[in-house]
DNA sequence: CACCAGGCAAGTA
DNA sequence: TACTTGCATGGT
C-alpha cells in the first residue's frame, strides 16, 4: 500500500486540520463516543444539547439517574433505550472507580484503562479507543466504518480485515503520537464521505492519485 | 419509499 | 468460532 505519512500528507492538505472531537470537555466527548455509535453525528448533536440543557453533562449529575430518565433528552440519538444503560455504565464506572476524576482516569497506563472501559457493557473497541484518544489524548489509534471502507476501496486492504489488524497497521507504520492518531482518523472519516456506500465519489477523492498500479476504487462494500 | 449513519452485544448453529 | 439479528431516530 502507499505510505501512510503519504496519505496523510494528501489528506491534510487536500481538506486542513479537522479540528476533532467535536465537543469542548473530554466528558461531553466520551458521551458523545456512546451517543454516536452507528448513528449520524447531526443526530448526536441535538441530543448532547439537551443533556447540557439540563444540566446533566456531569458524572455526578447523571450517575444516580434511573435509564428511563436519560431516555427523554438523547431520544434523538436513536437506540435511545440501549444508550442510556450504555451511558449510565460509563458513567457510574468514572464516578465510583475515579470519583468522577477525569484527569485521574486518564492517568492510567493506557492498556490497562482500555481493559477496563472494554469490560463495560455498551463499549467495544472504537467507542473505547475514540474515549482514549478523543478524550484522555492517550496515542491508540481509531478504527471505524471510514477507515476500513476507505482502505479496502482503495485496495490497501482486504475487505475481511478486522479491527486490530486495521489498528495495527496504522500503529506499526506511524510514530506514536495522539496529535497524528487523531488527525489522520478525523481525516478518514471526512475523505469517507466522498465513499459513503451507494454513491462513491472517488473523482472527488484525493487519494485517488496513490491508488495501486492498474487499481481502481472498488465500488462494493 | 428505501437506504443509511463515526457499533455493540446477544443469540444461533 | 463465525454468522445473524435487534436496537431507533432523522436526513437524503
Not at 455509535?37 to 434511573?66: M, S, Y
Not at 492517550?138 to 479491527?163: C, K, M, Q
Amino acid at each position: 500500500m502507499a505510505p501512510l505519512r503519504d496519505i496523510y500528507d494528501r489528506l491534510l492538505t487536500a481538506f486542513g486540520p479537522q479540528k476533532w472531537w467535536p465537543g469542548d470537555t473530554p466528558f461531553e466527548i466520551m458521551v458523545g463516543a456512546i451517543l454516536v455509535q452507528n448513528t449520524a453525528w447531526k443526530n448526536v448533536e441535538k441530543a448532547i444539547r439537551n443533556l447540557a440543557d439540563a444540566g446533566l453533562l456531569d458524572p455526578h449529575a447523571l450517575a444516580p439517574l434511573d435509564a428511563e430518565e436519560l431516555q427523554e433528552p438523547i431520544r434523538p440519538a436513536g437506540y435511545y433505550r440501549l444508550k442510556a444503560k450504555r451511558l449510565l455504565h460509563l458513567v457510574r464506572f468514572v464516578a465510583d472507580r475515579y470519583d468522577g476524576d477525569l484527569d485521574a482516569m486518564f492517568s492510567v497506563s493506557l492498556g490497562v484503562l482500555r481493559e477496563e472501559l472494554l469490560a463495560l457493557n455498551g463499549i467495544g473497541p472504537e467507542t473505547a479507543d475514540s474515549i482514549l484518544l478523543y478524550a484522555g489524548g492517550l496515542p491508540t489509534f481509531v478504527v471505524d466504518t471510514y477507515t476500513h471502507r476507505v482502505l479496502a476501496r482503495h485496495g490497501w486492504i482486504g475487505y475481511e480485515a478486522g479491527y486490530y489488524e486495521i489498528k495495527d497497521l496504522f500503529e506499526s507504520g506511524l510514530e506514536e503520537d495522539a496529535s497524528l492518531y487523531n488527525e489522520f482518523h478525523a481525516l478518514l472519516v471526512r475523505v469517507g464521505h466522498l465513499h459513503c456506500r451507494k454513491t462513491p465519489k472517488c473523482g472527488e477523492c484525493p487519494l485517488a492519485e496513490l491508488l495501486p498500479e492498474g487499481g481502481i476504487c472498488q465500488p462494493d462494500f
